[in-house]
């Protein structure tokens, strides 16, 4: 099912459609290139904004959840490239021990979970789910919504080996994002693959890390197209010490904000976009769309109510915010039915896998769709003519648009690369 | 779209795929152990045989045509094998030389090569078309039947390299089959990758020689299962030096093939099958289809009709029968409507990307299907629910059949890699 997708989509992002699909052959190239040098990480999910007259990523994850929402048509694509992954990390693995959230009671949550093992079992593992929540002392079973059923076990740490029970695995895969911290019992396993690295959690990742890599990514790429980097790549400024319960730090939010802003008029004016430019305040090591906010003028900044406030305090795991990234916003002017709509990709390895619409009927074109209420379309990214058409006319093509999205999406992955390469903090460095 | 099969199938198939399901990461993982010592052929199709109370591939091609036969859907996968493949012989590379088959006036081979030039162009490459045809000076325009176009061009040889004009590719794709004999300007070419290796064309290889390296696959295969390698394995025998023509050596082949059939009848006993065993008899170095014939009793042999003797004497391009294989008559039980069919999976590097049933209303369950009048169903690997389901019942679930098919296409594969290793003129020996 191609879902009925509405975009009013104006000029620039026709041309780019159409530069990406006529340089296909040396944009897949030079990501195999970049692929020489840099290893992507396991997997990863990204979030995209289709603003007619740009297009660019918002949100990298890398503990995707979500998997469930990929069309099973894909679920193949999902096999094959875990077989590429595990033949390059653990060829001769025989046990993956996947480390899921916490929270077991969230049955969208558990079915991803459902869908991670069956895409490592097909790919040719044992996989058994260990957690990191110390009151399961025993294995637990935990009842899904299709009447199957998950156990999740208690870990069992030795000096230097981490494992289930009668379960030693060559590969820890972490679906948990890490947001409440480094947990002790991740710590010190050299002998073993711990995937993603611990610094890729949320206890130790930042946003603005991430964004300052895509910048590098995209000016290169940009530079193999002959384009704008603006085109993909959002601005972005950050703020170090913010209390929002406090007021303070406020300054620093609204000059930013204020100069943010004004850099997009600038390329607004530039471009002859008649739209009224916003930026996204959000916490610099958040997730779960939580600690988000929309800011059209930075005075607006000087009255936020008690419960912004709230909202802006505290994200998942019950972390405080201090840090901030402040990023320009990005509109979306895709909608399915009535609904506005935002584009997710989903990748393993350097595959792109599947992806699906965050559709949201109760929010506007430039607000955080990743929310209570939202729901979630397929992308039909496997439709009987889902290769790209070099000669189809732009925007006319759906398969297009999702090679597009595709290519977007594996930037900011490498971005992600690069970012976990330079925030590494066991990287050799050659001064 | 899943064909609407009608699958007779008794005890032992059923039970293989429940065994097979069951291990699946077993499976999987032995593959990839395989693959650490092995190189997997660039592509394959292997053509298999289903009788309900055994399993076996009966030819395996390294030349694949066809890939026009695959689903849209499918083609992803393509995609990403392709890429997996390329990264591994030639990283750096942009430029893809694709030698197709000389025939160019069959619109359904040329859709093959349309599909694999759209396959490696999504995978990051240049792909331009060069003929073995020496009466082609010029680049050449063909028509598809869908209105677009194929260049082919004539071949540019340097003292070490292979190239079209302003052309020079890294590696070298043969989708031809050297059935007329090893053209001397692919000879000497150690600066390029070409692919598959010269000794795996028709003018060197031996149907004989891949079905021992077949029995040994099957063997270790069997092993890992615990299972009578019988239940995936065609016997089979050879006879050198037969004339049909001239009635020559025909005692070889008829004391070969009473022998195959008190060894089929003595394993039909043990296993309680009430048929009627025959053999296959066909050109030990033939393809296409050619040179074939089902034989049911040795003594059929002595009175072979004028059109059989031709039939069996010339094979594609011309050449003569000399060395032939007599295999094992494998019954296909299902069908599609009423039509007799036989599943074809097709796989790039070690990868299974999609299959499709050869059907032929007008032959029997004991006949080659690869003749005039052959139509083509994809395989619906990429159905709702593609991924194997190890608890669904034995014989209930197509999306299981596949799984088993791909399994047992992969053990061709294996088994040619095998075989080329073990009939490669270049290989170092270490006596």
Same mark, same amino acid.
Request: hydrophobic share 30%.
């Given at each position: 099912m191609v879902p009925h997708l509405i975009t009013a989509l104006t000029g620039p992002i026709n041309e780019l459609e159409q530069r990406i699909l006529e340089s296909m052959p040396a944009i897949e190239r030079w990501f195999r290139l970049e692929w020489m040098e840099h290893t992507p990480p396991f997997y990863s999910s990204v979030d995209l904004r289709n603003a007619g007259f740009k297009l660019a990523p918002v949100d990298t994850n890398?503990?995707?959840?979500?998997?469930?929402?990929?069309?099973?048509?894909m679920l193949p694509l999902a096999v094959q490239a875990s077989m590429a992954a595990i033949e390059k990390i653990?060829?001769?693995?025989?046990n993956l021990l996947l480390i899921p959230e916490r929270?077991?009671?969230?049955s969208f949550y558990l079915t991803n979970v459902q869908r991670l093992v069956q895409i490592f079992q097909a790919a040719g593992l044992n996989v058994r789910l260990g957690t990191?929540?110390?009151?399961?002392?025993e294995p637990t079973t935990l009842e899904l919504p299709d009447g199957s059923t998950l156990t999740v076990e208690p870990l069992v740490r030795t000096k230097r080996r981490l494992g289930l029970k009668d379960f030693d695995p060559c590969t820890i895969l972490l679906n948990n994002d890490l947001s409440a911290g480094l947990p002790?019992?991740?710590?010190?396993?050299?002998?073993q693959y711990l995937l993603?690295?611990?610094?890729?959690g949320w206890a130790v990742r930042r946003k603005s890390n991430h964004f300052q890599a895509y910048e590098e990514v995209a000016k290169k790429f940009a530079k193999l197209l002959g384009m704008d980097p603006w085109l993909i790549n959002p601005m972005f400024a950050k703020c170090g010490q913010v209390n929002f319960q406090e007021g303070a730090g406020l300054e620093c939010l609204q000059s930013n904000v204020d100069a943010l802003l004004a850099k997009i008029r600038r390329k607004y004016k530039e471009y002859g976009i008649q739209e009224k430019p916003f930026v996204i305040v959000k916490a610099?090591?958040?997730?779960?769309?939580?600690?988000i906010m929309t800011v059209r003028?930075?005075?607006d900044l000087t009255a936020l109510n008690r419960k912004t406030r709230n909202k802006m305090s505290v994200i998942k795991d019950g972390q405080e915010v201090s840090e901030v990234i402040i990023q320009e916003g990005v509109p979306t002017y895709e909608r399915i039915n009535d609904a506005v709509a935002e584009p997710v990709v989903y990748m393993i390895d350097r595959y792109v896998v599947g992806g699906f619409y965050r559709v +949201? /009927?109760?929010? $506007?074109?430039?607000?955080?769709?990743?929310?209570?209420?939202a729901s979630f379309v397929p992308l039909a990214?496997?439709?009987?003519?889902?290769?790209?058409?070099? +000669? /189809?006319?732009? $925007?006319?093509s759906p398969p297009n648009r999702f090679y597009m999205y595709g290519v977007i999406g594996r930037l900011a992955m490498l971005a992600a690369s690069y970012e976990l390469e330079a925030t590494d903090p066991n990287a050799e460095t050659y001064d």
């Open positions: 890398l503990f995707p959840g979500g998997f469930n929402n990929l069309t099973e048509e653990c060829p001769e693995a025989k929270h077991t009671r969230n990191l929540d110390e009151t399961i002392k002790e019992v991740l710590e010190g396993l050299h002998e993603p690295p611990l610094h890729a610099d090591a958040g997730t779960y769309g939580m600690g003028d930075a005075k +949201h /009927a109760e929010r $506007g074109i430039d607000e955080n769709l990743n929310s209570p209420g990214f496997a439709e009987s003519a889902q290769l790209p058409k070099p +000669h /189809a006319k732009p $925007g006319a």
